[in-house]
């Protein structure tokens, strides 16, 4: 048997450098040209707003879960720049299907900070968003919501519409069955959708490293035929110079596109989690380093469009905007009993219509109808 080494094959990926976006330094810096939306004041305080206003909300809902005001809650903590830079590159025609950790996309996509409290009270009237209609629920089950995002975009397809489904998941998501099998689909098909990879090092308690073998997240694209680009998740414009592209590109009929964007999970896993179990502190405080939220402020500072009065008069804004959502919620009255009834079928089955009815009379006969 011949012992010479085996060549690389000569195919695509073993060709393919694996481009990373960046736009702006973890020092705040302008890496290169920035985009022409990075060079307007106006749009750079959008987009701080909202990673603020993400963080803001971020804070309160752990304070109320701690103090057993909430459900569990999944942080966003130190990945701010991802939801809101996918999201601010959307139009308000497209969908966001996102997962546990995309607050920052949904507020930006016009989700109120009530409904979120709400949705994470436990009370899935947090999800009827008066805002975007048909944007998706909070997804808890990993990766489930990839094959969704699929179908949303065959439907823009199939009815000639040009509009956009953008799907948001975590690295943990990129193992699973039903990840692969939406990312096949959605290239045989060449369907108008993005697919983000909110890459934030740890599945739970699983690192990246131990998850797959794979150079890169993006790459895995590849196999479907998919276009793919890695790019700074802690910079929240070079995040959205990426989506912007990527969605553009789908609704001109190009196909779809996967974008890893390298970010790091500041927090616990959830508020159910010690994340101090699996890794070690140095390695968070290292990570810190790279925090969106100081980065944009830092560029913005340089740029003479953000002074030390802004930040006060900002974080007072939305700490009361926070505050007041969450005495909103504090003080609606509970969901009907109905409802669990009312919100499953379109048409209730009769077995369900006779149970509904006994306990309608039963909530009588407690006084509480």
């Not at 179908?151 to 199939?158: D, I, R, S, W």
């Not at 489904?165 to 699973?176: L, Q």
């Not at 590109?249 to 779809?256: F, K, L, Q, T």
């Not at 100081?294 to 905007?321: H, I």
């Amino acid at each position: 048997m011949s012992q010479d080494k085996e060549k690389p094959l000569d195919t695509m990926a073993g060709q393919l450098a694996i481009a990373c976006r960046k736009c702006l330094s973890p020092d705040g810096k302008a890496v290169g040209d920035l985009p022409a939306f990075a060079r307007d004041p106006a749009e750079l305080v959008a987009l701080y707003r909202a990673v603020v206003l993400t963080r803001v909300f971020d804070e309160k809902a752990v304070a109320l879960q701690r103090t057993g005001r909430l459900g569990t809650f999944a942080s966003s903590l130190g990945q701010e720049a991802v939801g809101v830079g996918v999201a601010s590159a959307m139009r308000a025609e497209d969908v966001f299907v996102p997962s546990f950790r995309e607050q920052g996309g949904q507020l930006v996509r016009g989700v109120t900070p009530e409904e979120l409290l709400t949705y994470w009270g436990g009370d899935e009237r947090g999800s009827d968003f008066a805002g975007p209609r048909e944007d998706f629920p909070v997804c808890i089950p990993v990766a489930s919501h990839v094959p969704h995002a699929v179908g949303v975009a065959l439907a823009f397809q199939m009815r000639g519409q040009a509009r956009v489904a953008v799907c948001v998941f975590g690295d943990g998501a990129t193992s699973k069955g039903d990840f692969y099998e939406a990312l096949n689909m959605a290239g045989v098909w060449n369907v108008p959708a993005v697919f983000v990879v909110n890459n934030n090092q740890w599945a739970i308690s699983v690192p990246r490293a131990r998850q797959t073998a794979a150079a890169t997240l993006a790459q895995k694209a590849l196999s479907a035929g998919i276009a793919c680009e890695q790019v700074d998740g802690n910079d929240v414009v070079a995040v959205r110079a990426a989506s912007s592209k990527a969605i553009e590109r789908a609704r001109a009929g190009d196909g779809p596109t996967l974008i890893e964007a390298l970010t790091y999970r500041l927090a616990d896993h959830t508020t159910a989690d010690d994340a101090h179990r699996y890794r070690a502190d140095e390695e968070v405080s290292a990570h810190w380093r790279e925090d969106p939220v100081a980065r944009l402020r830092t560029y913005m500072v340089a740029q003479g469009c953000w002074s030390k009065e802004d930040e006060e008069g900002l974080l007072a804004s939305l700490r009361s905007r926070i505050d007041e959502a969450a005495r909103a919620v504090a003080e609606r009255a509970p969901a009907a009993m109905t409802d669990m009834f009312d919100y499953l079928f379109a048409e209730l089955p009769d077995d369900l219509v006779r149970q509904r009815a006994r306990a309608v009379a039963g909530e009588k006969e407690r006084g509480n109808g």
